[in-house]
C-alpha cells in the first residue's frame, strides 16, 4: 500500500490536476500567470494537503484497529454470558499458570546468585561397599582434591554448628554458625560487603578467630549497624571478633548466621565437613568423575583404614539446594500447561460455537463487500480483546495465588522465600497470551475465512437443523478430552488427598497427642563431666515432673523427624566373618523415654534404674531389628556388638527387651532397625531431645512452666519448646503444598470442564431451536426434547470419563512413588471422580437444555 | 485564507473542511454515476453539480480518494488521459456501492427529519 500512494504519484497527481485548472482559466481568458494563481486558489493549500494524504496513509491502521475494537468490545458486550465464560475461563488458565511458574521459577529457574554458579558443585563420599555413612569428607581428602593437574578451580569446605549467642537484652538465641576453611568464600566468589574477608593468617594454625556474620543476621540482630566490625561476638562457648559482613546474596550452607575460620590439619582423616567445587568452567561431568574415582582410589591406596573403599559423589549446587523439590514441580508445571491449553481450547469452543451462531451476521458482512481478511483480523481482534481481559484478570488472580502458596508452606521450602514477581514471571504471562490469543482466534477465523464457508452460511443460516457438521465434531472431541482431563485430575487429586490423609493419620510407633519436646545442647565447656550431665538432666527432668499436668519428661539422643541419628555397625553374637559392614541407628534413651513417648514394650522389659554404669550394660532393639537381624532366634537371648569403624567386642551387650517400631526419617519411610542404650551405660548425652507428656489435651500450656524449669537451671541455654504434634506437621509442608496445588487443579478442571460442556450444549440448543419448535408443534412432549437435546452432552460426559478413567490409573501408577498406602486403583477414589466429574457435567448439561425445552414453540416458528 | 467571497453556509468547521464523511459521500456518488475518473475530473464534477453553491478546496479530494481506497470502497489505476497524459483512475467497487446505498439511505432519513423538524411551526 505505501508503495502505491507513492509522494512522487501524488506529485504526478497533483502537477496534472493543477496544469488542467490553468488551462481552464486560460481557456476562460485569463493571462498564465493569473490563471496559475487562481488554480493554486482553487485547489488549496498544496502543502497542507499533502501532510494530510500521508497522515491519512501512515495511521490507516489505527483507524481500523479503533474501529475493529469498538467493534469487538460491543458485540462482545452482546453476549455477557459468553464474555463471562470466556475471560473467566482464560483468567484462571493464565492466572494458575503464573502463579506455579513464579514459584517454580523461584525453586528451579532463578539462577544462584554466585559468579558463574554452573562451575560450583557440592562434593560427599560414600563407601563403596554397602556401609553407611552421612557423606562428609576429610580434611584430607579436601587436600588432595586441590591437586593443580584437577579440572579444579578451588575446593572448600564448612562444618554446621549450633552455637548459642548470650544476648544482654533478650534471652540466648540459638544460632546456626558454619566454620569455613581458607578455599570456601573465595569459591563462591562473593566479596564482603563490610569489613574484610578471612585472610590466609586467619587459616594458619594459632592464627586469629573471627566471625562474619550473615547479611540477614546482620540486621536483625545488630539493626544493620555500620560500626559491628570489632564487636565481639558472645557465646556461651567462648567469644570471636566480628571481621565483616557477608554479601547479601551469601547463603551457604542455607540458613547459615555466622561463618567462623576453621584452622584444619590437612593430614586429619575426621570425615566431618560439606564440601564444595569450582571446577574449570565446561568440564564435562564424566571426565571429573573419572579424575575423582583415581583421587578416591590413590587415597584407599595411601590410607587404607579410614579412606579404603570410598567414592566422591559430586552434585551441582542448585541440585543440593533443590532436592527432591524438583519432581514434583516438574510434575505441578506439567499440570498447569496442561490446564492453560484446556482453557485455551474451551475459548475456542466458545468462540466456535458464537462464530457459527453470528454466521447470519457474518455472511451479510462478506455479502455487502467485507473482504475475508478483513473479517478474519475482525474476529482476531475480538479473541485478543478478550484474552487481554483475561490476563488483566489473570495476573490478578495469580497474585493472590503465589500469596496463598507461600501461605500454605511453600515459605518454608528452599529458595522460595523470596517468591516475587519479576520480569520472566511477565514474559512468560504475556507470552501466554500470546500462544492464547493465537490459538483462540486464528481457529474460529480461519472457518471463517475458508472459501465456501461463506456461501454455506448464507444458505443455511437462519434455517440451519444441524448446523456445521465439521464444527459440532470438532466441539465434541474437544470436550470428550476435557472431561477425560478433568476425570483424570480429579482422580490423582483424590489418589493425593488420600496419600496425606494417609501420612497424617499415620501411625508414627509413638503418641504425639499432649507431649511437648525440645532440644538442648549443653556447652562442651561447662559440662565437661559426663556425672555434672547427668546430675543437670535429672535435676530438670524432676523439676518438669512437678509441673501441674505434666505426667513425665524423659530424653533421647535422636529424635524422630528431628535431627538425624547415628548409625553404627553391628556385629551379633552368632555372625561369622560374611556378616561385615551391617549398620543399625543408635539411640540412647533415659529410663522411661518409652513409656514418656507412649511407645510399646512388646518382649521383655525396658529400661529401669537398674540398669546403671556398674550393673551389666544391656541393650533393647526395635521389632525391625529383630525381623531383620536376628533370623528367628530368640531376641532375648541374643548378644550384640556394635561400634565405628567397626563392631567394637568390647562393648558387647545383651538384648533384654524389643520395643515397637518407630518411624524415624519420616513418615512415608519405613521403619529402620534400631538398637536402644541407657544413657547410664552410654556415657551420657551432649545433645538431648527432651519429650514431656503431659495429661492435656493441649500441652501449648504448660510450655512456659517448661521453659521457666529450663532457664532456671541455666540462663545460657537456646531452645524451643513445641507440641510433638507440630513437629511431624512440619515434614509434611511439601506433602502439604503438593495436596493443596492439586486440590486446585481439581476445582480448575472440573471448573473448566462445565465451562466446556455449558457451552457446547448450549451453543447445540441454539442451533436446533427451530427443530425443537418443529418437533413440539407435532407434539413432542417437553420430556422427549429434553432427552433430545441432553443425549449430546451425555455421551459426550460419558466417553470424556471412561477415557479420563483409563488416563487416571495409569498416571497413578506412574506417580505411585509419590502415594502413600493408596492404590491407583483404589475404586473409592476413582468412583468418587467419576460421579464429581459427571455430575458437574450433567448439571452444566441440564441448564441450558432446561431453558431450551421451556421454549414456546409458536414464537420460535414465527421467529425462524 | 478562506475565499470570503463565496458562500460558506455549507461548512462548519474554520479550517475548510467538508463535514468528516460528507466528501467521501459526494466522491462515491460522483463515482457510482461515471466512472473511472481521474481526481481533476471528480472535483469538477462536484462543482458543476453543487453549481458555485459549494466552496471545495479540490486538493482535499486526494486525502479522501486515499482514505476510501483503504477502505476498500473505490479502487484506482494509472492510465493515460484525454491529453496523453500518465493519470490515475479511480472507479467504485461493490462494496463501495453497497456503502453508497447505505449512507444514502441514512443520509435521505437525516434530511427528512431535518427537513419536518425545521419547517414545522
Avoid at chain 1, 231 to 254: F, N, W, Y
Avoid at chain 1, 327 to 341: D, E, G, K, N, R
Avoid at chain 1, 455 to 475: M, N, Q, Y
Avoid at chain 1, 825 to 832: F, G, N, Y
Wanted: with cysteine; proline share 5%; hydrophobic share 45%.
Amino acid at each position: 500500500m505505501r508503495r502505491r500512494f507513492s509522494d512522487a504519484d501524488l506529485d504526478a497527481e497533483v502537477r496534472d490536476h493543477l496544469e488542467r485548472l490553468t488551462q481552464d482559466h486560460m481557456r476562460r481568458g485569463l493571462s498564465e500567470r493569473d490563471a496559475q494563481a487562481a488554480a493554486r486558489r482553487d485547489f488549496g493549500g498544496v502543502d497542507q494537503m499533502k501532510e494530510q494524504y500521508r497522515d491519512q496513509r501512515r495511521f490507516a491502521w489505527l483507524d481500523v484497529v479503533r474501529q475493529d475494537v469498538r467493534y469487538a468490545m460491543r458485540s462482545l458486550g452482546r453476549s455477557p454470558a459468553f464474555t463471562l465464560a470466556a475471560v473467566s475461563t482464560l483468567a484462571i488458565g493464565i492466572g494458575a499458570t503464573t502463579a506455579i511458574f513464579s514459584v517454580a521459577n523461584a525453586a528451579l529457574l532463578r539462577p544462584l546468585p554466585y559468579p558463574h554458579a554452573e562451575d560450583i558443585r557440592t562434593v560427599r563420599t560414600t563407601f563403596t561397599d554397602g556401609r553407611v555413612t552421612l557423606g562428609l569428607v576429610a580434611p584430607l581428602e579436601l587436600s588432595r582434591l586441590k591437586d593443580p593437574s584437577l579440572p579444579i578451580v578451588r575446593a572448600g569446605v564448612s562444618a554446621h554448628v549450633d552455637l548459642t549467642l548470650l544476648r544482654t537484652d533478650g534471652p540466648p538465641l540459638g544460632i546456626l554458625a558454619s566454620g569455613v576453611d581458607e578455599g570456601f568464600f573465595p569459591l563462591f566468589g562473593l566479596p564482603v560487603s563490610i569489613g574484610s574477608a578471612f585472610t590466609s593468617e586467619y587459616f594458619r594454625q594459632n592464627g586469629p578467630n573471627g566471625a562474619i556474620l550473615s547479611h540477614r543476621f546482620w540486621r536483625s540482630e545488630f539493626g544493620a549497624d555500620p560500626q559491628v566490625l570489632g564487636k565481639t561476638l558472645t557465646l556461651s562457648t567462648g567469644s570471636m571478633p566480628i571481621i565483616g559482613v557477608a554479601s547479601p546474596d551469601m547463603d551457604v550452607p542455607r540458613g547459615t548466621d555466622v561463618w567462623f575460620n576453621l584452622q584444619l590439619n590437612p593430614q586429619s582423616t575426621d570425615h566431618g565437613y560439606d564440601g564444595y567445587l569450582r571446577l574449570r568452567p565446561s568440564t564435562p561431568d564424566r571426565a571429573l568423575s573419572q579424575r575423582l574415582s583415581a583421587v578416591a582410589a590413590a587415597l584407599g591406596h595411601d590410607f587404607p583404614g579410614p579412606e579404603g573403599n570410598r567414592a566422591f559423589i559430586v552434585e551441582s549446587l542448585i541440585d543440593t539446594m533443590v532436592g527432591d523439590l524438583r519432581p514434583m514441580l516438574i510434575i505441578v508445571l506439567s499440570a498447569t500447561a496442561l490446564l492453560l491449553v484446556l482453557a485455551c481450547v474451551n475459548v475456542t469452543n466458545l468462540l466456535l460455537a458464537r462464530a457459527s451462531r453470528r454466521s447470519r451476521e457474518i455472511a451479510i458482512r462478506a455479502a455487502v463487500g467485507a473482504s475475508r481478511g478483513r473479517i478474519a483480523v475482525q474476529l482476531l481482534t475480538e479473541s485478543l480483546v478478550l484474552a487481554a481481559a483475561g490476563m488483566t484478570a489473570g495476573l490478578a488472580l495469580a497474585y493472590a495465588g503465589v500469596r496463598m502458596l507461600l501461605s500454605y508452606g511453600a515459605r518454608q521450602l528452599p529458595r522460595l522465600e523470596t517468591v516475587s514477581f519479576d520480569a520472566s514471571v511477565l514474559f512468560f504471562a504475556v507470552g501466554m497470551l500470546a500462544v492464547c490469543a493465537l490459538g483462540i482466534g486464528l481457529a474460529p477465523a480461519a472457518r471463517l475465512a475458508a472459501a465456501g464457508v461463506m456461501e454455506r452460511w448464507l444458505r443455511e443460516s437462519g434455517r440451519s437443523v444441524g448446523g456445521a457438521r465439521s464444527t459440532h465434531r470438532a466441539l465434541r472431541i474437544m470436550i470428550v478430552a476435557e472431561v477425560a482431563v478433568a476425570v483424570t485430575i480429579v482422580a490423582g487429586t483424590g489418589l493425593l488427598v488420600r496419600s496425606f490423609l494417609n501420612l497424617q493419620h499415620d501411625d508414627p510407633g509413638f503418641d504425639s497427642r499432649g507431649r511437648l519436646a525440645f532440644d538442648v545442647l549443653l556447652p562442651a565447656g561447662r559440662y565437661r563431666d559426663a556425672g555434672v550431665r547427668d546430675a543437670w538432666m535429672r535435676t530438670l527432668f524432676t523439676n518438669i515432673r512437678g509441673i501441674h499436668g505434666v505426667t513425665d519428661a524423659a530424653a533421647s539422643s535422636d529424635f524422630p523427624m528431628g535431627n538425624p541419628g547415628n548409625r553404627l555397625l553391628i556385629q551379633m553374637d552368632n555372625w561369622d566373618e560374611s556378616h561385615v559392614h551391617v549398620v543399625a541407628r543408635s539411640s540412647v534413651v533415659t529410663r522411661s523415654f518409652f513409656s514418656a513417648m507412649g511407645m510399646r514394650v512388646i518382649r521383655g522389659r525396658g529400661f529401669t534404674d537398674d540398669d546403671r554404669a556398674t550393673t551389666a550394660p544391656v541393650l533393647v532393639v526395635n521389632e525391625s531389628f529383630v525381623r531383620k537381624y536376628l533370623d528367628g532366634r530368640d531376641p532375648l537371648s541374643a548378644r550384640m556388638a556394635f561400634g565405628f569403624p567397626k563392631p567394637n567386642p568390647a562393648n558387647a551387650r545383651r538384648i533384654v527387651g524389643v520395643v515397637n517400631d518407630v518411624k524415624y526419617a519420616s513418615l512415608w519411610s519405613s521403619p529402620d532397625p534400631v538398637f536402644y542404650l541407657a544413657d547410664t551405660q552410654a556415657g551420657g548425652m551432649f545433645r538431648t531431645n527432651v519429650v514431656v507428656s503431659t495429661a492435656l489435651d493441649d500441652p501449648n500450656a504448660v510450655i512456659p512452666a517448661v521453659r521457666a524449669e529450663v532457664q532456671k537451671m541455666d540462663p545460657q541455654l537456646a531452645f524451643t519448646v513445641r507440641p510433638v504434634t507440630e513437629v511431624i506437621a512440619a515434614t509434611l509442608t511439601r506433602q502439604k503444598l503438593g495436596t493443596t496445588l492439586m486440590l486446585l487443579f481439581g476445582a480448575i478442571a472440573l471448573v473448566l470442564a462445565a465451562i466446556g460442556i455449558y457451552g457446547m450444549i448450549a451453543y447445540a440448543s441454539a442451533e436446533r431451536h427451530g427443530e425443537v419448535a418443529t418437533r413440539m408443534a407435532l407434539g413432542a412432549t417437553r420430556g422427549n426434547i429434553f432427552w433430545l437435546l441432553s443425549r449430546q452432552g451425555l455421551l459426550v460426559a460419558v466417553t470424556g470419563a471412561a477415557v479420563g478413567l483409563g488416563v487416571a490409573y495409569a498416571a497413578g501408577r506412574v506417580a505411585s512413588s509419590w502415594l502413600y498406602d493408596v492404590r491407583p486403583s483404589d475404586p473409592l477414589i476413582l468412583a468418587s471422580a467419576l460421579a464429581l466429574v459427571l455430575g458437574v457435567t450433567l448439571i452444566a448439561t441440564l441448564i441450558p437444555v432446561g431453558r431450551a425445552a421451556r421454549i414456546d414453540p409458536s414464537r420460535a416458528l414465527r421467529f425462524e | 485564507m478562506w475565499p470570503d467571497n463565496r458562500s460558506t453556509h455549507l461548512y462548519m468547521a474554520p479550517d475548510a473542511d467538508i463535514p468528516y464523511g460528507t466528501l467521501d459521500l459526494m466522491v462515491l456518488k460522483t463515482l457510482d454515476v461515471m466512472s473511472p475518473l481521474n481526481g481533476y475530473a471528480i472535483a469538477r464534477r462536484i462543482e458543476q453539480i453543487a453549481s458555485g453553491s459549494l466552496a471545495l478546496n479540490q486538493g482535499t479530494i486526494y486525502p479522501a480518494l486515499l482514505r476510501l481506497e483503504q477502505k476498500g470502497w473505490i479502487t484506482s489505476e494509472w492510465g493515460t488521459s484525454d491529453n496523453n497524459r500518465r493519470a490515475r483512475f479511480y472507479e467504485i467497487t461493490r462494496a463501495g456501492k453497497k456503502q453508497l446505498a447505505a449512507e444514502t439511505e441514512s443520509w435521505q432519513r437525516t434530511v427528512a427529519i431535518m427537513t419536518r423538524m425545521l419547517e414545522h411551526e
